[in-house]
């Protein structure tokens, strides 16, 4: 059986404070990033959505706040870590976007997710 792991308070309140470097698989080779967890103060808020718009807009509103979440807390780890491996707001906007996802899941643990739910 494995042994759980029991985050202290502490401990989970450092990791807004700490740069956390990590790295994907992009066409063979490395890209490594940065990142901060953010405080609630520190999220990116969604405008009120209307129940009334289409799906498809709905679902480009949560994909945009998405974004901006993922690039703002790059943005907190370049600010806090100006030597790591940094990737500007003008680079994200520029770079494959098989490569924004695959930075974006790491970062937001879907990578993680998927695994176990595809686990024996």
Same mark, same amino acid.
């Given at each position: @059986?494995?042994?759980?792991?029991?985050?202290?308070?502490?401990?989970?309140?450092?990791?807004?404070?700490? $740069? *956390?470097?990590? !790295? $994907?698989?992009? /066409? &063979? &080779? $490395?890209?490594?990033?940065?990142?901060? !967890?953010? +405080? !609630?103060?520190?999220?990116?808020?969604?405008?009120? $959505? #209307?129940?009334?718009?289409?799906?498809?807009?709905? @679902? &480009? @509103?949560? *994909?945009?706040?998405?974004?901006? /979440?993922?690039?703002?807390?790059?943005?907190?780890?370049?600010?806090?870590?100006?030597?790591?491996? %940094? %990737?500007?707001?003008?680079?994200?906007?520029?770079?494959? +976007? +098989?490569?924004?996802?695959?930075?974006? #899941?790491? %970062?937001?643990?879907?990578?993680?997710?998927?695994?176990? #739910?595809?686990?024996?």
């Amino acid at each position: @059986m494995e042994e759980k792991k029991i985050w202290s308070m502490d401990d989970l309140v450092a990791l807004t404070d700490e $740069v *956390q470097i990590d !790295e $994907v698989i992009f /066409r &063979g &080779g $490395v890209v490594e990033f940065q990142y901060c !967890e953010l +405080t !609630e103060k520190e999220e990116p808020k969604l405008p009120a $959505v #209307n129940d009334s718009l289409p799906e498809d807009e709905k @679902m &480009g @509103m949560y *994909q945009e706040l998405g974004s901006k /979440r993922v690039m703002k807390m790059i943005s907190k780890a370049n600010e806090k870590n100006p030597d790591g491996p %940094i %990737i500007s707001e003008e680079q994200w906007a520029h770079i494959p +976007t +098989t490569l924004r996802y695959s930075i974006s #899941n790491k %970062i937001l643990g879907a990578e993680e997710l998927a695994q176990a #739910n595809f686990q024996n």
